[in-house]
């Protein structure tokens, strides 16, 4: 693959996934801050942990 098939790949990926991504995260801390609060949780196989890391 080209670099420039792997710009066009990556900039379809991008206009696609990051504003969904971006309206996820705020949707999921509104949701469920409040109930983690103070509390242990566990990130069991959930990639990097990234939504954990946005509770913390």
């Known amino acids: 693959m080209s670099t420039s098939q792997y710009d066009a790949i990556g900039e ?3 206009m696609k996934r ?6 996820e995260s705020s949707n999921l801390h ?6 983690v609060k103070g509390a242990r949780v566990l ?10 890391q946005l509770l913390l």
């Open 12 to 14: 379809t990926y991008m």
């Open 18 to 23: 990051l504003p969904t991504a971006c309206l």
């Open 30 to 35: 509104t949701a469920i801050a409040s109930h």
């Open 43 to 52: 990130d069991l196989a959930c990639g990097a942990g990234y939504y954990s």
